[in-house]
Antibody, heavy 119, light 106 residues
């Protein structure tokens, strides 16, 4: 059974960089069939896709985040990571990692981690 | 690509048949998924490729459509189905979600 688990600081100061890691268990992140995505959800609001990475390291990002996003993969640790720079209060949200195939839905999700941006 | 769900709020009773619609601002073939989300939980994949039932999802859930108009139907509502439902397009980047449909008990 594939499981994903987000980890990282729950509190980040404005203008700093938010860094989260997603650890994958029960399956290899190196599988060529899958993409690995980050999404987020502010309290009481809808879902926003942030970006994704393949096992080969190719990425796609949501342009709404205006170049502040970087996603990387560490195959040796079976992890992928999110960096979001120059954060503001508007970046406060529950952040989720997830797995998917091209054109198909996100079949496995982490439980989500709340990140609050505040001084 | 913008996805618009209707209705945004739906009140229904156990045993009812309900339909949620998702309209895309441009054609997305059949690259549409549906999710159920309960408070404090991650979304759960119900349907992908517009009409393919995810393994383990009850058969009372079904999806249809292609191009720009899609529907999610729950044939007979069960108590555990009261939740928020989202559509998602995976035809092109950025991947986008609908705004959600909150399904509550009447």
């Amino acid at each position: 059974q594939v499981q994903l688990q987000e980890s990282g600081p729950g509190l980040v100061k404005p203008s700093q960089t938010l860094s989260l890691t997603c650890t994958v268990s029960g399956g290899s992140i190196s599988s060529g069939s899958y993409y690995w995505s980050w999404s987020r959800q502010p309290a009481g609001k809808g879902l926003e896709w942030i970006g994704r990475i393949s096992s080969s390291g190719s990425t796609n990002y949501n342009s709404s985040l205006m170049g502040r996003v970087a996603i990387s993969v560490d195959k040796s640790k079976n992890q992928f990571s999110l960096n979001l720079s120059s954060v503001t209060a508007a970046d406060t949200a529950v952040y989720y990692c997830a797995r998917h195939r091209a054109g198909e839905g996100f079949d496995y999700w982490g439980q989500g981690t709340l990140v609050t941006v505040s001084s | 690509i913008q996805l618009t769900q209707s209705p945004s709020f739906l009140s229904a009773s156990v045993g009812d048949r309900v339909t949620i619609t998702c309209r895309a601002s441009q054609g997305i073939s059949s690259y549409l998924a549906w999710y159920q989300q309960k408070p404090g939980k991650a979304p759960n994949l119900l349907i992908y490729s517009a009409s393919t039932l995810q393994t383990g999802v009850p058969s009372r859930f079904s999806g249809s459509g292609s191009g720009t108009e899609f529907t999610l139907t729950i044939s007979s509502l069960q108590p555990e189905d009261f939740a928020t439902y989202y559509c998602q397009q995976l035809n092109s980047y950025p991947i986008t979600f609908g705004q959600g449909t909150r399904l509550e008990i009447k």
